[in-house]
């Protein structure tokens, strides 16, 4: 499978939930929610931030998809490679991937299903 990227994402995204992606902020516009059409709620944010802010090195600027995840797997996702504490978010349910090819492309939609699915509300 080939990398996954951000367009590869929002593919997924609209293909299997019917979602498309909002822009929320003017100053941040490569910063992309993903929402349920339903309940309004965030399953992912893509965004390209400074790889420092994340503790890597360099000065360049990364894309990460942030994900809600069952907090008793936090700990134990954040062990590989490319899978970080959430970017400004809550660090005990979510976390930032790097969509730099070092997760792989199914662990990543895997991860967007757990948090699609989290975020679901009551039915």
Known sequence: MHPVDKTAILERARARYGTEPEALWTRFPNHLALRHRENRRWYALLMEVPARSLGLPGEGRVDILNVKCDPLLVGSLRQNPGILPAYHMNKDSWVSILL???????AIFDLLEMSYRLTQGRR
């Open 100 to 106: 730099d090819g070092s997760v792989e492309g199914e």
